[in-house]
């Protein structure tokens, strides 16, 4: 039990309960609205957001959520656009945003290889209060419009 006396302990534990709370409201709506393959996109994009944050100096998860952010409006407005090709657009950019994170992990020379390790596979060492801040803020942001309307949670994630 004294493993619970390290903050590295305690915040991953915290992480992972946070982590808990939303991803199961957050994967319900995208599988019942048909857009896992938004998701998937999504995830293959924020990668180019953490090797950005990382060879310019920035939190990598800021970047990433910024990143993320971008690329998520600019799925909605090209699904919009090419309603009947839209998971063409999807796949497009899910190629492009995995190519970008090579070449700014390429442009880096190899730096920032171990750090976007980290990201991708975890580890308990990169889990920083500034993370815990920042998930602590979207789970309750999500919580509350959950907690709202259904309805409206539906149409906006």
């Known amino acids: 039990m004294e493993m619970f006396f390290y903050g590295l302990m ?3 534990f915290q992480a992972s309960f946070l982590i808990s709370l939303i991803t199961p ?17 999504l995830s293959h994009v924020s990668l180019s957001g953490v090797a950005l944050g990382l060879l310019i100096g920035i ?8 990143v993320v952010i971008i690329i998520a409006t600019l799925l909605a407005f090209l699904r919009q656009i090419y309603r009947t090709y839209s998971e063409i657009s999807i796949a497009i950019l899910m190629s492009v ?5 090579l070449v ?17 596979f975890g580890s308990i060492v990169t889990i920083h209060k500034t993370n815990m801040d920042v998930t602590r ?5 999500r919580i509350i419009i959950f907690n709202i309307s259904k309805t409206y949670v539906c149409s906006y994630i």
């Open 25 to 41: 409201i957050l994967g319900l709506f995208l599988v019942l609205r048909r857009q896992s393959l938004m998701a998937d996109t």
């Open 59 to 66: 939190n990598p998860t800021c970047t990433n959520i910024l």
């Open 104 to 120: 700014l992990m390429e442009i880096s020379a190899g730096g920032i290889t171990l750090s976007v390790t980290q990201f991708l």
């Open 137 to 141: 803020i979207n789970d309750n942001y």
């Open 97 to 101: 945003g995995m190519a970008v994170a």
């Open 10 to 12: 305690q915040r991953a």
